[in-house]
């Protein structure tokens, strides 16, 4: 069975770090995008950053550019998210895609798309 699946999420208070993981099980995230999607309540779901796995390249979003790092661990076929200086306003539910065909600032632009697989979310809380 093909699938992703992500973790890491949790409550934090303003200015602390979480770590997202994004592991992808029946396939290596070679040749794909993988991008990191959040949405809020009452909110529309976002691109947060998105990376291709062949060469690296990356793309933010402004609200999290100098914040959040996404990168790729090859060994264990999981993509991270890095996510420092957490503010109450990341609070939201993020979830993992992956993408044959995308490149890094399509996918990021375009939230809703089907992409090849979708992880099941993992909620971030930033609160005091």
């Known amino acids: 069975q093909l699938h992703v699946v992500e973790s890491g999420g949790g409550k934090v208070q303003p200015g602390g770090s979480l770590r997202l993981s994004c592991a992808a099980s029946?396939?290596?995230?070679?040749?794909?995008?993988i991008g990191w999607f959040r949405q809020a309540p009452g909110k529309e779901r976002e691109g947060v950053p998105c990376?291709?796995?062949?060469?690296?390249?990356?793309y933010y979003a402004d609200s999290v550019k100098g914040r959040f790092t996404i990168s790729r661990d090859n060994a264990n076929n999981t993509v991270y998210l890095q996510m420092n200086s957490l503010k109450p306003e990341d609070t939201a539910d993020y979830y993992c895609?992956?993408?044959?065909?995308?490149?890094?600032?399509?996918?990021?632009?375009?939230?809703?798309?089907?992409?090849?697989?979708w992880g099941q979310g993992t909620q971030v809380t930033v609160s005091s």
């Open positions: 895609a992956v993408d044959r065909r995308s490149t890094v600032q399509a996918m990021c632009r375009d939230a809703y798309f089907g992409y090849d697989y």
């Open positions: 029946g396939f290596t995230l070679d040749y794909y995008a």
């Open positions: 990376i291709r796995s062949e060469d690296g390249s990356t």
